[in-house]
Every structure is written in C-alpha cells, then in structure tokens.
C-alpha cells in the first residue's frame, strides 16, 4: 500500500484560503460515476509539472472550462454570497461550498472534498477514477477533507 509522500497540506474550516496560483487551468476530466471532478493546469517549457485540482463527491458545479490563475476559498454559513441552491446542495451530505477564483471570473463548486497534486501525465492521461490505482496522485500538494 502506497502512502502519500510527506509535506502536503491538511487544512481544516480555519484556513478559509486552500489554494493559491496565478496558473492556466482548464477542466481536463470529469467521472460522473464517481463524482470526480479534474481541473488541470499542464506542464509547459516555465513549469515541468502538471497541477490537478480533484474535487470529490462533486454535486454541483458553476464554473468556465477553462481560467487564468486559480484561487479555492471555503464557504461557510456566515458568507453572504451562499444562495439557497448552494445551501441545498451542500446540505445533501457531508459537503463543502467551495468558491473558486480567477482573474476575470468568481465560480462556486460543491463537493465533499479536494486534493491538489503534481504530477508528468500526458495531455490524455487523467489522474480521476479508481482503475489507474495511485497514478498521477504520487505527489500531494494539498488535502482540504
């Protein structure tokens, strides 16, 4: 059994802001399946790997397929920008309102849980789903459950 590779982030309701880039990323990948959302910034010639920001146990999503630079905030009850919808959804389970923003738009996503990894998968290659084992996980930048 392989275990994720030491430092990576743990966050709790504390820590409001999880995640912090001025990177292009576009949705790569979604398994409705399994709920799993991939939203990817790639390796270019300035950086060698690749960023996958994975939401788990996605219910709900309102956000552009692709953006420049990425900052993920946790929602709570005390925000005014929470609507009713965003409530509703979050109340379906043991979720999470997640706002995501960038430079030119403000986003909201519902989900369980997020991890943040690097990785050198090719453009085809995902890092969602359960048959590729750990692949494309190795290395774990951030874990917000």
């Known amino acids: 059994m392989s275990s994720c590779p ?3 982030l743990k966050f709790n ?6 995640f912090n880039t001025k990177r292009y990323f576009t949705i790569s990948d ?3 399946s399994h ?9 270019t ?18 956000i552009p ?14 925000d005014l920008i929470i609507t009713k919808e965003l409530e ?8 999470y309102i997640f706002k995501i923003s960038s430079e030119k738009s403000i986003s909201f996503l519902v989900a369980s849980f997020v991890r943040v990894f690097e990785n050198s998968l090719e453009f085809n ?8 084992g750990t692949k494309g996980r190795e290395v774990e930048l951030i874990r917000f459950i």
Do not use: C
Not at 45 to 62: A, H, M, R, T
Not at 65 to 78: A, N, P, Q, R
Not at 88 to 95: S, Y
Not at 125 to 132: A, H, K, M, P, V
């Open 6 to 8: 030491k430092p990576f």
């Open 13 to 18: 309701l504390k820590n409001r802001n999880i």
């Open 30 to 32: 979604y398994f409705p």
């Open 35 to 43: 709920k799993q959302l991939l939203i990817r910034s790639s390796k």
């Open 45 to 62: 010639n300035e950086n060698s790997k690749n960023i996958d920001v994975v939401f788990f146990g996605v219910n709900y999503l309102q």
């Open 65 to 78: 397929t692709s953006f420049k630079g990425m900052s993920i905030d946790v929602l709570d009850k005390d």
């Open 88 to 95: 509703t959804f979050r109340n379906l389970g043991n979720n």
């Open 125 to 132: 290659e995902t890092s969602l789903g359960i048959s590729n």
